[in-house]
């Protein structure tokens, strides 16, 4: 009988062992370390970028308007039923003591040292990390990266350090605007829900806020930024496996920025916390 | 029409040395090795054929001398810098004087056809009214003058790949580097790209390597040259043969160079893998 490639093979003898458990977990791990390093080392250049020259200031007013602008409208509507659903869910406790005009107090804290912060970077970092990185991953998968370098320009400087920095610029602006929106949300629904004076809600409603408040919610928007529009970039400019890679890195551009963004979140409270009692 | 020389180009007589060298170049990913001990060079205005099937390293080796991968071991030189060795700040800088041309066109798709031929342009802070009339011209170079405001969404493919032609020629590279130019395009469309990538060799001077599975685009690189005094595109006769001149063949195999030499070498060659190109 003549021998074909079916009967020679014999893939039995020849098989290499398959790797322990031990090798699997070692090998896991070298990956996960060097996503960590190269993220690390984009996120630093995004920033080392805007030291020097070329600056692509057009690009940063262009990624303004998609990120900031284009956030604007998720930003109110969810600005506003949140500070009314906070009235609405206090409001009903503080009225069985009789304390309802603490109402404004409470919400004016918990949004401007949490909620907008948090809300605000989660719904940007839904928008537009997954924006983000199906934009570059497309660029990727479509060789537009290997042209921008091939053509003597730096992907880090023209794609990542744009959306970075107008990230960081527009996103404790839209949570600005969200706490102004909370609060008049929570305002409306105090005035229809709980009978109170709008003038006393909103005096309140300031009065309460510290220097040290306002320094919180501030200090998390940024840190939040930075989050979302690096974790952003990098799952777009590591896109492997064509256009279900890009689904598969915009998917992982909202999970990991979200999780990111809440754990942040809680070192950011503890140490701001621990400042608010030294410094301020 | 642009008739004057490449900016840069790189005549016999000034460099002495070879264009592009690559040295014992190594290359793999973790499925394997693709290019093992890849040894050739590329002369000042000389046309390089890379052969092979696909998957052979034709595209890796391009890659590998615009240094937008670095080799696992060997050098690759180009222009007498050490690409393999230089940081990505100082390969930018050095990329300026290639001119790349990817296999499907690789156009910034949110950029007009104009937008895209005039990135490189702008990318040098060139004033608007020295950009306008280059973009116009290279873009009248390649026969799209009509395209300018279009996007590349709105062309077929060999005009995309025509337009990835005008924006990797508009700053007069002196090196250009071809992937698979022709590839999935119809006979009369590809021959259209070779009568460009010709008169760009013959009217420019510049040096290039040209990746592709099609011999006969080769060939016709070997066999003709275009005539700037009639702007048209001639066989080469007996006495003056200005494109076999300057067009040898490189033929990968499993990462190996299998055969280099000149178009005729090729044909004399009585090699059963050889064959299977002329088919």
Redo the contacts between chains.
């Keep these: 009988m003549a021998e074909t490639p079916l009967q020679v093979a014999q893939p039995h003898s020849n098989s290499p062992e398959p790797p322990s458990v031990a090798e699997v977990l070692l090998d896991a791990a070298k990956i996960n370390i060097l996503k960590v390093q190269e993220y690390s080392k984009l996120s630093f250049r995004s920033l080392a970028n805007l030291a020097t020259s070329p600056r692509y200031m057009q690009d940063v007013l262009a990624q303004m308007d998609d990120i900031g602008v284009g956030s604007l409208p998720i930003v109110l509507l969810s600005g506003f039923f949140i500070g009314a659903v906070m009235v609405l869910q206090t409001g009903a406790q503080f009225e069985r003591f009789g304390q309802s005009s603490l109402t404004g107090d409470v919400v004016s804290i918990a949004l401007v040292r949490e909620l907008g912060p948090s809300i605000t970077g989660l719904l940007v970092a839904g928008r537009c990390a997954s924006g983000i990185a199906s934009e570059l991953g497309s660029m990727q998968v479509t060789e537009q990266v290997d042209a921008m370098r091939a053509m003597g320009t730096d992907p880090s400087r023209k794609l990542v350090s744009p959306r970075v920095l107008a990230t960081l610029i527009t996103l404790p602006l839209l949570t600005t605007i969200s706490v102004f929106v909370g609060l008049v949300g929570g305002m409306v629904a105090s005035v229809f829900s709980l009978r109170l004076d709008a003038t006393t809600f909103w005096e309140r409603a300031i009065a309460i806020l510290q220097f040290s408040d306002i320094m919180q919610g501030f200090s998390k928007t940024i840190v939040f930024g930075f989050i979302l529009a690096t974790v952003g970039c990098y799952q777009g400019l590591n896109v492997r496996g064509g256009t279900q890679g890009v689904g598969r890195a915009t998917t992982q551009a909202v999970v990991v920025s979200s999780v990111l963004i809440i754990i942040a979140d809680t070192f950011l409270t503890k140490i701001a916390l621990f400042l608010a009692d030294k410094v301020f | 029409m642009m008739e004057s020389p490449s900016r840069f180009a790189l005549t016999p007589e000034k460099s002495s040395e070879a264009a592009i060298q690559f040295s014992n170049v190594c290359m793999g990913f973790a499925e394997g090795e693709i290019l093992c001990g890849l040894s050739f060079s590329a002369q000042p205005q000389e046309t390089l054929v890379l052969l092979g099937e696909t998957g052979s390293g034709k595209t890796l080796t391009l ?1 590998l001398a ?1 240094g ?1 991968l670095r080799p696992d071991s060997g050098t690759v030189e180009v222009l007498g810098e050490l690409v393999s060795r230089m940081s ?2 100082e390969l ?2 050095l ?2 004087k ?1 001119g ?1 041309v ?3 066109g ?4 949110s950029l007009t056809v104009g937008e895209n031929v005039a ?2 342009l702008r ?1 040098d802070h060139l004033d608007e009214e020295e950009i306008e009339p280059r973009v116009r011209q290279v873009l009248e170079f390649v026969e799209l003058g009509h395209t300018l405001n279009q996007l590349p969404s709105e062309l077929s493919g060999g005009m995309r790949r025509r337009v990835s032609i005008a ?1 990797a020629l508009v700053d007069r590279p002196p090196i250009m580097l071809y992937d698979s130019p022709t590839a999935g395009l119809d006979p009369i469309t590809s021959q259209t790209i070779i009568t460009l990538i010709l008169r760009l060799r013959d009217v420019y001077g510049v040096t290039a390597l040209l990746a592709t599975h099609r011999l006969q685009d080769g060939f016709a690189l070997a066999n003709f040259h275009f005539d700037p005094a009639t702007r048209r595109v001639r066989r080469n006769s007996a006495r003056e043969r200005p494109g076999a001149a300057v067009t040898r063949f490189l033929v990968l195999r499993d990462g190996r160079i299998y055969f280099q030499g000149s178009p005729e070498e090729f044909l004399a060659a009585n090699d059963s893998y050889l064959q299977r190109f002329l088919i």
Excluded: G, H, I
Aim: overall charge positive; glycine content about 0%; charged content about 45%.
């Design positions: 890659k615009a937008l990505e700040r930018l800088v990329r300026r290639f790349f990817f296999q499907e690789a156009l910034f798709d990135y490189r990318e924006r």
